[in-house]
């Protein structure tokens, strides 16, 4: 079964800072997609970023890149000119390319932004 | 384009009554997905229906079920209703052609057992 795991239950970060949120996955799948989600105090998950394993570069979204270490099973959020708009939990996702699968989180990382 | 919509936002039910959670997708997405949200579990999948008929299941008991209709509006049902069953609820929705993008949440029913 495939597992996601997220190391960092809490994370600061100062206001227009840059901040790495970790996230570990365990597949035996070579092909899947991996997502970042931000679920602020409204409680709706919101999508920030998305990676297609078979993609070697690394998907960029404004402020929000990731490295993505396929060998490693790495997948690392990094938040650049941190924002208080920011502070929210972070989820790392997985989900198998092939078949309906669900989706599988993370237990989550907390951001606090201080200003 | 409306998003996902979840309601009630809040629920308050006593021990071993049961509960009913609605969720309407984004209008031409046909799967909807259900996931339990507690501070101790994380997320948890519980099911997902596309087209009326459940197509994956999550390792929860047979108290927690659910449904779709042919408008893909989707209901999930539990009974005998358990201190522990007290979470987030959330539902998504996808359409084949977004998958790949994950899915669209709605901002999820908060469930109390008291």
């Known amino acids: 079964a495939q597992t996601v795991t997220q190391s960092q239950p809490e994370m600061s970060v100062q206001e227009a800072e840059t901040v790495t949120l970790s996230c570990t996955y365990d597949?035996?799948?070579?092909?899947?997609?991996l997502f970042w989600y931000k679920q602020p105090p409204s409680r709706q998950m919101i999508l920030v970023i998305r990676?297609?394993?078979?993609?070697?570069q690394n998907a960029t979204e404004n402020r929000f890149s990731v490295n993505f270490q396929k060998a490693a099973k790495s997948f690392s959020l990094k938040i650049s000119d941190s924002q208080l708009g920011d502070a929210a939990m972070y989820f790392c996702?997985?989900?198998?390319?092939?078949?309906?699968?669900?989706?599988?989180f993370g237990k989550g990382t907390r951001l606090s932004v201080i200003a | 384009k409306a998003g996902v919509t979840q309601t009630p936002r809040y629920l308050i039910k006593t021990r071993g009554q049961q509960v009913t959670l609605s969720c309407s997708p984004i209008s031409g997405h046909r799967s909807v997905s259900w996931y339990q949200q507690t501070p101790g579990q994380g997320l948890q999948f519980l099911f997902e229906y596309f087209s009326e008929t459940q197509r994956n299941k999550g390792n929860f008991p047979g108290r927690f079920s659910g449904r779709q209709f042919s408008n893909s509006r989707s209901e999930m049902n539990v009974s005998t209703l358990e201190l522990g069953d007290s979470a987030l609820y959330l539902c998504?929705?996808?359409?084949?052609?977004?998958?790949?993008?994950?899915?669209?949440f709605g901002s999820g029913t908060r469930l109390t057992v008291v």
């Open positions: 990676q297609e394993a078979y993609k070697q």
């Open positions: 998504a929705s996808s359409s084949p052609d977004s998958s790949s993008y994950g899915y669209t």
């Open positions: 996702a997985y989900r198998r390319r092939s078949g309906n699968t669900p989706l599988v």
């Open positions: 597949t035996s799948e070579s092909d899947y997609y």
